[in-house]
């Protein structure tokens, strides 16, 4: 079992996908020759030929649209936008096509199609190049989001996503595509999407959140426990469809939840966390449920980035708060 | 809106906007010309090497090799013309006379930065200069530009707008989306191709099925001509004509400006996608600023003429460079300003 980076297990992955199944394409733009623009398809055209690994034009709507018409056809192409902030083009293609394939034709046809793109800040880029956009998707019934937060769980995850009959948006934290190493099993082994995953047990409060702030969570975790703390650390992994039920169970016994996220507060995906914790959670709350997320704000540059993000203090201050009521 | 407008009346043309039968650059022009190169080529190098100790988060994407084309177009250009283009945007900005200090500034993101340390090497605009952006969708800017001709042509005034963007972009569907409403309108509007080549590391042919970007337009009845980029004069004659075409009301045109990037895309970019050769090949035997160099020479211009400007110019750069390290940062409360105005 090697040592592999986010970025590194990414690539593994295709190329695990593409070997067991030539259904399996990989498309966007350098993803070739270049090996894609942070190198997640690095190896993959020398590996499987241009038929399987194409470079197309810079024409994200086309990339999506494309992607639409070969899982239409039972392929499973896996698209590459290069920043999120370029996704939001794709967002036509995605919502009024991809996510609705399966409903429009009433099961005859489906898409399993993946649009794999880098999310998040902390690697001191502007704006579109650092958002965190997943609640412009979350809104959309058919389309499953999957956030992971190491490199073994993007392994697993995008496997999952790539072998998954329906499309799957699938959010690749970027400054976590190189910042630790950990072994990865290159084995072909999925994890198992639409689950939380609790990735520290805890029953003094829950903190719950997905990708890259999964990192800050776990550091909050370790120093509360110092303070005699107990934090459950809870990795939703998959967004849409929500695994409520991991969440409901641990804030059952916790009583107290921090919803931890990089994209603004208003209306993220925070927010439908808290609304099922105000609604079937409700008598479980021993506190109210506080949400540490990006202000809402347009992403800023480095300078003023790490007032904008999520950090360990912040996580921790909010998870006091929660329990000083009660 | 559109029936409104039509009955505007365009502003006359210009009495100097029909392209001349010989419109070679004057000695003065050709001064001009270099010294606006120059600045760009040794502004660009400063960032580069500021990039290089650190001091400029983010992306950055240098204009080195371009230079002729910004600076024949700006010169063709006249007061309230607006400008607008992507993210390899410093000559833009240093062209349409923003300063130096401000761009910079915004690089090292510092207060001192035309859009306070907020927007970055892609994202800035001066209102004054009719420089609208500095944008880092790629394509995107090209409907904004559309709509920028649409203004001119709805206030019936004689200015037109240039809409920049690289030969990737021109793959882009809202480009010919703009296309088409802009010759349906005949809108004040020149689409420039920054034709480098390479969108990232894919080369032109790669990317497109048209063998001549010029004749993109064609479809919609738009003219169109290739252009010789390295070569400022050039540039400033083909630029001339679309000015006079668009001034005089005919609809807009596309020129494309076949040009090339010494640099990367980025500053990450590991230009796996060509050959040193090639881009030895393009300075040596093409560079628009040793051709200025040369043509100025000719004219009689003496060295100390010419050491005068690159004096000058390389004390604009320092002075700009001594500014945005020294300017300081933006505070933190910066992070909630200009979002939306409070009610």
């Not at chain 1, 995008?158 to 998954?164: F, G, M, P, T, V």
């Not at chain 2, 650190?54 to 013309?81: K, P």
């Not at chain 2, 000058?312 to 939306?340: G, R």
Request: aromatic share 6%; with cysteine.
């Amino acid at each position: 079992m090697a040592d592999a980076t986010l970025v590194e297990a990414i690539d593994l992955a295709l190329a695990r996908a593409m070997q067991e199944d030539a259904r399996v394409l990989v498309l966007g733009e350098d993803v070739g020759r270049d090996g894609g623009v942070f190198r997640a398809t690095d190896g993959l055209l020398a590996r499987f030929g241009p038929g399987r690994v194409l470079d197309t034009p810079l024409a994200e709507g086309a990339i999506a649209g494309l992607s639409v018409g070969l899982a239409a056809q039972g392929f499973r192409p896996v698209a590459e936008i290069q920043f999120m902030g370029f996704a939001y083009a794709t967002i036509d293609q995605m919502l009024n096509h991809a996510a609705r394939l399966r409903t429009r034709t009433r099961g005859r046809l489906s898409c399993p199609m993946v649009l794999r793109t880098p999310c998040g800040g902390g690697v001191h880029a502007p704006e579109h190049h650092s958002e965190s956009g997943e609640a412009c998707f979350t809104n959309i019934p058919g389309l499953r989001i999957v956030v992971p937060s190491s490199p073994r769980r993007g392994y697993g995850l995008l496997l999952a996503a790539i072998r998954d009959p329906d499309p799957v948006l699938f959010l690749e934290p970027t400054r976590l595509y190189r910042a630790m190493r950990e072994p990865v099993s290159d084995d072909g082994t999925a994890l198992p999407l639409d689950q939380c995953a609790i990735l520290r047990e805890g029953g003094d409060v829950a903190l719950v959140g997905w990708g890259a702030v999964v990192r800050e969570m776990l550091a909050a975790a370790q120093q509360l426990a110092e303070e005699g703390v107990a934090a459950e650390v809870i990795d939703v992994a998959t967004l849409v469809p929500l695994d409520a039920a991991s969440i409901l169970a641990s804030v059952g016994t916790t009583g107290r939840c921090v919803i931890c996220h990089e994209a603004p507060l208003t209306a993220g995906f925070g927010a439908e966390i808290a609304a099922q914790l105000a609604g079937p959670g409700l008598l479980s709350l021993l506190a109210p449920v506080e949400r540490v997320t990006g202000w809402d704000v347009v992403m800023p540059l480095p300078r003023l980035e790490r007032h904008d993000m999520p950090s360990v203090a912040r996580i921790v201050a909010a998870a006091r708060r929660s329990l000083r009521h009660g | 809106m559109a029936q409104a407008a039509d009955t505007k009346k365009r502003g006359k043309p210009r009495a100097n906007a029909s392209a001349g039968a010989n419109s070679g650059l004057t000695r003065d022009e050709w001064l001009k010309a270099y010294r606006d190169m120059l600045l760009i080529r040794r502004f660009e190098e400063k960032a580069g090497q500021l990039y290089g100790m650190g001091l400029i988060g983010g992306f950055c994407h240098l204009y080195i090799g371009q230079e002729a084309v910004v600076v024949g177009m700006q010169m063709a250009l006249g007061e309230g013309d607006e400008v607008i283009t992507s993210y390899r945007d410093h000559g833009h900005m240093l062209a349409t006379g923003m300063e130096a200090r401000g761009v910079m500034a915004e690089l090292t993101g510092r207060a001192g930065g035309y859009s306070h340390g907020k927007g970055g090497s892609m994202h800035m605009f001066s209102k004054e200069k009719n420089f609208f952006g500095g944008h880092g969708i790629v394509g995107a800017q090209v409907s904004l530009g559309a709509g920028l001709a649409f203004s001119n042509w709805y206030r019936g005034n004689d200015r037109v707008c240039v809409t920049y963007f690289g030969d990737g972009a021109a793959n882009q569907g809202q480009v010919f989306e703009s296309f088409n409403l802009a010759n349906l309108m005949k809108l004040p509007a020149i689409f420039v191709i920054e034709n480098n080549k390479y969108g990232m590391g894919t080369s032109v042919d790669r990317a497109t099925a048209s063998r001549d970007l010029s004749r993109n337009g064609a479809p919609w009845g738009m003219p169109g001509v290739a252009v010789d980029g390295m070569d400022v004069e050039a540039v400033h004659e083909a630029a001339r004509a679309a000015v006079a075409h668009c001034r005089a009301g005919k609809g807009p045109y596309l020129l494309e400006i076949k040009t090339y990037r010494y640099r990367g895309h980025s500053m990450s970019d590991p230009g796996k996608y060509r050959t040193r050769e090639e881009i030895q090949k393009m300075r040596s035997e093409h560079d628009c600023i040793e051709g200025a160099r040369h043509r100025l020479e000719a004219l009689g211009v003496s060295e100390a003429e010419l050491k005068k400007i690159d004096d000058e110019v390389k004390a604009i750069v320092q002075e700009a460079a001594d500014f945005a390290q020294s300017s300081p940062e933006p505070d933190p409360s910066e992070l909630w300003t200009d979002i939306l105005v409070e009610g």
